[in-house]
């Protein structure tokens, strides 16, 4: 069982995420005062959960040879 905390944090990304098809972790990650890693961290756990869809990926840069 979550925390009221947890509950609250959920709740915070969902109405970041409201009305809009797509929006960036680091984008989240600003609007909650949190770091980019820490935002992946919560869509992961809540893609898990069903209650959001991780939708794209990008690298950083050419694959190491």
Do not use: N, Q
Not at 44 to 59: D, L, N
């Amino acid at each position: 069982m979550h925390s009221e905390w947890w509950s609250d944090v959920e709740s915070d990304v969902l109405r970041c995420l409201e009305g809009r098809d797509a929006v960036p972790p680091v984008e989240i990650a600003k609007k909650l005062g949190m770091s980019e890693a820490a935002a992946t961290s919560l869509l992961s756990i809540m893609a898990s959960e069903g209650k959001v869809r991780i939708c794209a990926v990008a690298s950083d840069g050419p694959a190491p040879t």
